[in-house]
Structure formats: C-alpha cells, structure tokens
C-alpha cells in the first residue's frame, strides 16, 4: 500500500503545512505544479527534500488558479488543458531530475481532480498530455473516474487511490466538502478506516453502509494543521495490521545516469 499527501503547496513567502514531517511519513508526494499553488524554489526543495526520504515524486497538476488554490472548476479548452499540463510536467520533472530521481506519476488537484471523475473532454485532454509526455508514467486517482477509464484504453499504468480524512457516499464518491462530516478530523477513527480499506477493501459510507473500494494508495490532505500527526497514526495502524507501505513506482524513482 502506498501513503501519499499533497505537498509543496506554499507560494513565495508563503507556506502551507508542514512538508518536511510529513515526508518523514508518507511514501509519495503529490508536489503542486506552480499552477493551483507551489513556485520554482519550493518545487524543487520538495523534490530534494523526497529523494533524500526515498519517497516517490508524483506531478500534482491543476488548473492555472493560484488565486483559487485550483478548487474553481475552469471551462479550458482541451487543447490549452493539454497544453498546461504538459507545462506543469516538464516543470516539476525538471526539479525532480536535479535531484536525482524523476517524475513517478501524475494526478491532478482539486476541481481538476472532480472535473475529471465526469468530464470527457478535459478527461481526454489531461490523457493526451500524459501519453506526449511520457506514456510509462501511472496516473492516479477516483475509482470510476472517466479519466482513468480513459487512461486505460489509451495504456497508461491506472492506480486507485481513497482519502484517508474525506466522507464517502454509498455510491462511493467524495462527500462535497461544503456539507457537515465531509471532512474528517480524528486521527483515531481515520487510521481505523484506512485500515479497513487496506485490509478489507471497503470503507464505511457517511450513511454506514459498507462501500467497495478498489486502493492502491490512501492520501492524507498536507493542508490539514493536524496532517503529520494523523499521517502518523495512519502509517503506524497500518503497519501494526501488517500492511506494507511502499511508494509508488518503487522502480523508477532513480535516474541512473
């Protein structure tokens, strides 16, 4: 199992979590892109900061909406979709080989990442991008997304993930974050559902019923004050229930010459 959270989300002077405990802890690290948040320098001390922890680097690309923190759905063109995608790649695998290693996956953020569970157009065009870019790369994301349905015809590695702190519904999407218990805050009841989704591939629906859960990573959101301590409880639940934590791409972290 892979444990992953979003990281390198400051701007400038301005920083958002705590990027450093956290890379003691999560196995992969979704570093933004420069275009929802993240800049040049923080990009690349992110990268350099996961080769050390041999934590995998996953491009964390967005809409270009640093005002928005890249929740505000954008109706981009497919072609310019493509386009920035393709920017946000080569920015961030830039930063990722100086510090000797590269790009191990991709998944997008925010309202990007929930256009994309519906959104055929913007879902081939974050594809097309993947595919000119680099088609070893895996992507990463909702179960049933079209996106990922997408990214398996045209042969992309597919990976699955589920959130370690977000309700669900009964039919298995994210509860929308404005409603009461979408998100989830105590350590204690959060490593006890990624275990049940690690162990037993179902989570408990914000109704209580039972949910399916394909998982190949469980994220923890890096933006929660509280996201070292409650990555923490999750790794340590999950490896005391003999769950082995790995990063993503295990094989191709390195550059080799």
């Known amino acids: 199992m892979d444990l992953n959270a979003d990281l390198g989300e400051g701007f400038g002077r301005w920083a958002l979590g ?13 570093v933004a892109c420069g275009f929802h948040a993240g800049d040049p320098d923080t990009m690349r001390r992110t990268c350099e900061l996961a080769a050390e922890r041999g934590v995998a680097v996953g491009a964390h690309v967005g809409y270009r909406d640093l005002a928005g923190f890249g929740r505000r759905f954008l109706d981009v063109e497919p072609a310019t979709l493509t386009a920035e995608i393709l920017y946000q790649l080569g920015g961030l695998d830039a930063c990722a080989r100086a510090a000797g290693v590269r790009v191990s996956y991709v998944k997008p953020h925010g309202a990007l990442y929930n256009a994309l569970v519906r959104h055929e157009a913007q879902a ?24 990922l349905k997408r990214a398996e015809v045209a042969g992309l590695p597919v990976r699955f993930e589920a959130f370690a702190d977000r309700a669900y519904t009964t039919s298995g999407g994210l509860v929308p974050r404005g409603r009461a218990g979408a998100v989830l805050t105590d350590p204690v009841e959060i490593a006890r559902r990624c275990v049940q989704l690690a162990v037993e591939s179902t989570v408990t629906s914000v109704d209580g019923f039972p949910v399916r859960a394909r998982v190949d990573s469980i994220r923890v959101h890096g933006d929660n004050p509280n996201a070292v301590a409650i990555a923490g409880a999750v790794r340590r639940a999950l490896t005391a229930s003999g769950v082995k934590l790995k990063p993503l791409n295990r094989e191709n972290r390195r550059l080799t010459a």
């Not at 870019?133 to 996106?147: C, E, K, R, S």
């Open 18 to 30: 705590d990027d450093e405990g956290l890379l003691d802890v999560v196995t992969s690290a979704n």
């Open 124 to 147: 081939d065009a974050v594809v097309d991008a993947v595919r000119a870019y680099d088609p070893t790369l895996t992507v990463l994301g909702l179960p049933g997304a079209v996106w």
